[in-house]
């Protein structure tokens, strides 16, 4: 006895393949190529233009990568002239034998510069008193939330390497190795971002408050973004974050906003009549191409 088909599929309906998920739009990306097509050639103007105002930056660096995560914490809503005498302190509390070495710390600081000194015995400060480590950094402000921060990362690192040493960062991918630093408590993009840049030289933007006011007012980035989606944008801005000339534009930019912003473009009442890029800038002129 024939039975007449039955089923989702009765009477000749056609199988219909399982549609695939989109993957959702890149926002950074997106942003890079609206601006490409409605200010072409706004980023390589702004960049060149600043860096013959205030010159080339030069990339070398400063400081090993442990003792710059540690310098980057101190600055943390601070000063960064308070933060050398908070790293100062830290160093003549718990030293390293050897030599005192001198630290150039190079373009985009705000303090005067650190002393000679030693680095700082890390096993010391990971296992010191936590109220005798908050007396010794109180000069860099905030040093009750820093203090358990500076200890929590050193215990981080020790415990998943084995010491303190971040050199095996240089070794893997920027975003890898920024995506391993934010996964410590109190570490976010800008201080990954700085450690990475400043240590390694890896194509890494960070973003503080003046490059992220001079960014929104030239129109860099979107008025809305925070600071932590700016750190994205700046990757999609500058190129990929894997090569030579990307590492370069991303030191040049984070060190000439910074200085522009410091020097030129103000929070309040900025020197737009002296500034070089006032032509394409959108706090001067909202319709600046």
């Known amino acids: 006895m024939n039975r007449p088909p039955v089923g989702p599929h009765a009477g000749g309906a056609k199988r219909t393949a399982p549609q695939r998920r989109r993957r959702p739009p890149d926002a950074a990306k997106a942003w890079a190529r609206s601006l490409a097509r409605r200010r072409p050639g706004l980023v390589p103007f702004v960049l060149d233009t600043l860096a013959a105002f205030h010159g080339l930056p030069t990339w070398e660096r400063r400081l090993d990568p442990t003792s710059e995560l540690v310098l980057t914490i101190l600055t943390q809503n601070s000063a960064d002239i308070n933060a050398e005498k908070a790293y100062e302190r830290l160093r003549e509390a718990y030293p390293t034998s050897g030599p005192a070495v001198s630290t150039e710390l190079g373009g985009g600081w705000g303090g005067t510069g650190l002393n000679p000194g030693v ?3 890390w096993p010391a400060v990971e296992a010191a008193p936590l109220p005798e480590l908050i007396d010794v950094i109180r000069p860099g402000g905030l ?3 820093k203090a358990p921060r500076i200890q929590a990362a050193l215990r981080r690192i020790r415990e998943e390497r084995g010491d303190y040493s971040l050199e ?3 070794e893997m991918a920027p975003l890898e190795a920024r995506a391993w630093l934010t996964a410590i408590d109190g570490i976010g993009p800008k201080t990954a971002s700085i450690v ?3 240590g390694f ?3 890494l933007m960070p973003v503080d408050r003046h490059v992220e006011r001079v960014s929104k007012r030239i129109g860099l980035i979107p008025p809305k973004a925070t600071a932590d989606q700016a750190h994205d944008l700046y990757l999609a801005l500058l190129g990929p974050a894997d090569g ?4 370069t534009e991303a ?3 984070h060190v000439l906003l910074i200085r522009h912003g410091r020097l030129v473009c103000h929070a309040r009442n900025p020197e737009c009549d002296r500034c070089p890029v006032a032509t394409r800038c959108r706090f001067v002129d909202r319709r600046a191409p």
């Open 119 to 121: 680095t700082p015995d």
């Open 143 to 145: 040093a009750p939330q």
């Open 168 to 170: 095996f960062l240089g």
């Open 196 to 198: 990475l840049l400043f």
């Open 201 to 203: 030289g890896m194509p």
């Open 244 to 247: 030579t000339h990307a590492a």
């Open 251 to 253: 030191y040049a930019a």
